[in-house]
Protein backbone atom coordinates (compact mmCIF):
# COMPACT_ATOMS: atom_id res chain seq x y z
CA UNK A 1 0.00 0.00 0.00
CA UNK A 2 1.36 3.36 -1.07
CA UNK A 3 -0.19 6.64 1.13
CA UNK A 4 0.09 9.95 -0.30
CA UNK A 5 -0.11 12.88 1.97
CA UNK A 6 -1.01 16.43 0.91
CA UNK A 7 -2.51 19.89 2.38
CA UNK A 8 0.33 20.54 4.96
CA UNK A 9 0.84 25.01 4.66
CA UNK A 10 1.61 27.95 7.04
CA UNK A 11 -1.17 29.08 8.75
CA UNK A 12 -1.76 32.06 11.34
CA UNK A 13 -2.88 30.69 14.65
CA UNK A 14 -6.37 29.97 15.65
CA UNK A 15 -6.69 29.32 11.36
CA UNK A 16 -7.59 25.80 10.14
CA UNK A 17 -6.05 23.39 7.37
CA UNK A 18 -7.43 19.84 5.84
CA UNK A 19 -4.42 17.29 5.42
CA UNK A 20 -5.13 14.15 3.16
CA UNK A 21 -3.57 11.10 2.80
CA UNK A 22 -4.70 8.73 -0.47
CA UNK A 23 -3.93 4.96 -0.31
CA UNK A 24 -3.22 2.82 -2.96
CA UNK A 25 -4.79 0.00 -1.81
CA UNK A 26 -7.53 -1.20 1.07
CA UNK A 27 -6.22 -0.68 4.64
CA UNK A 28 -7.96 -1.24 8.27
CA UNK A 29 -6.68 1.39 10.48
CA UNK A 30 -5.01 4.77 9.21
CA UNK A 31 -3.45 7.50 11.19
CA UNK A 32 -1.40 10.86 11.48
CA UNK A 33 2.12 11.42 13.42
CA UNK A 34 3.72 14.02 13.63
CA UNK A 35 7.21 14.98 14.32
CA UNK A 36 8.26 18.44 15.46
CA UNK A 37 11.69 19.48 15.02
CA UNK A 38 14.19 17.79 18.06
CA UNK A 39 11.27 15.72 18.95
CA UNK A 40 10.08 12.23 18.57
CA UNK A 41 6.95 11.01 16.48
CA UNK A 42 3.80 11.46 18.06
CA UNK A 43 0.45 9.66 17.37
CA UNK A 44 -2.16 12.28 16.55
CA UNK A 45 -5.70 10.74 15.27
CA UNK A 46 -6.17 7.32 14.08
CA UNK A 47 -9.39 5.69 12.58
CA UNK A 48 -11.14 1.87 11.73
CA UNK A 49 -13.27 2.69 9.11
CA UNK A 50 -14.73 -0.82 9.33
CA UNK A 51 -16.15 0.31 12.92
CA UNK A 52 -16.61 3.79 12.57
CA UNK A 53 -13.79 4.11 15.37
CA UNK A 54 -11.75 6.98 15.95
CA UNK A 55 -8.78 7.74 18.68
CA UNK A 56 -7.40 11.13 19.11
CA UNK A 57 -4.40 12.38 21.65
CA UNK A 58 -5.49 14.38 24.15
CA UNK A 59 -4.04 18.04 22.67
CA UNK A 60 -6.35 17.67 19.70
CA UNK A 61 -9.37 16.39 20.78
CA UNK A 62 -12.23 19.03 19.92
CA UNK A 63 -10.01 20.69 17.51
CA UNK A 64 -9.20 17.90 14.91
CA UNK A 65 -11.69 15.57 13.03
CA UNK A 66 -10.41 12.64 11.44
CA UNK A 67 -12.76 11.14 8.48
CA UNK A 68 -12.19 9.05 5.18
CA UNK A 69 -13.85 9.10 2.04
CA UNK A 70 -13.66 4.76 1.44
CA UNK A 71 -14.94 4.61 -1.80
CA UNK A 72 -11.69 6.91 -2.82
CA UNK A 73 -9.48 5.11 -0.14
CA UNK A 74 -8.66 8.54 1.23
CA UNK A 75 -8.16 9.94 5.06
CA UNK A 76 -8.33 13.35 5.77
CA UNK A 77 -7.37 15.48 8.81
CA UNK A 78 -9.46 18.46 9.05
CA UNK A 79 -7.45 21.28 11.89
CA UNK A 80 -9.53 23.95 13.22
CA UNK A 81 -7.82 26.10 15.99
CA UNK A 82 -4.89 25.56 15.21
CA UNK A 83 -1.38 26.48 17.74
CA UNK A 84 2.01 27.05 17.47
CA UNK A 85 2.61 24.02 19.21
CA UNK A 86 1.10 22.24 16.31
CA UNK A 87 4.04 22.83 14.03
CA UNK A 88 5.28 19.67 13.00
CA UNK A 89 5.46 17.47 10.06
CA UNK A 90 2.56 15.43 9.26
CA UNK A 91 2.75 11.65 8.44
CA UNK A 92 0.02 9.50 6.99
CA UNK A 93 0.24 5.99 8.48
CA UNK A 94 -1.80 2.74 7.79
CA UNK A 95 -1.84 -1.37 8.68
CA UNK A 96 -4.66 -3.96 6.97
CA UNK A 97 -4.11 -5.60 10.74
CA UNK A 98 -6.08 -5.46 13.62
CA UNK A 99 -3.68 -2.95 16.46
CA UNK A 100 -6.15 -3.05 19.14
CA UNK A 101 -4.45 -0.82 21.85
CA UNK A 102 -1.32 0.11 20.12
CA UNK A 103 -3.06 1.79 17.15
CA UNK A 104 -0.76 5.06 19.17
CA UNK A 105 2.21 3.54 18.27
CA UNK A 106 4.30 4.24 15.43
CA UNK A 107 5.90 0.91 15.31
CA UNK A 108 2.48 -0.87 15.05
CA UNK A 109 1.60 0.76 11.07
CA UNK A 110 3.38 -1.15 8.26
CA UNK A 111 2.72 1.48 5.74
CA UNK A 112 3.99 5.27 5.28
CA UNK A 113 3.31 8.89 3.59
CA UNK A 114 5.38 10.79 3.38
CA UNK A 115 5.22 13.82 5.73
CA UNK A 116 3.86 17.17 4.90
CA UNK A 117 4.99 20.46 6.88
CA UNK A 118 2.47 22.23 8.49
CA UNK A 119 3.42 25.35 10.08
CA UNK A 120 1.71 27.67 12.94
CA UNK A 121 2.46 31.31 12.81
CA UNK A 122 1.68 33.03 16.06
Known amino acids: VQLQASGGGLVQAGGSLRLSCAAS?????MGWFRQAPGKEREFVAASVWSRGTTYYTDSVKGRFTISGDSAKNTMYLQMNSLKPEDTAVYYC???????????????????WGQGTQVTVSS
Open 93 to 111: AASRSYLGSVYSRSSAYDY
Open 25 to 29: GRTFI
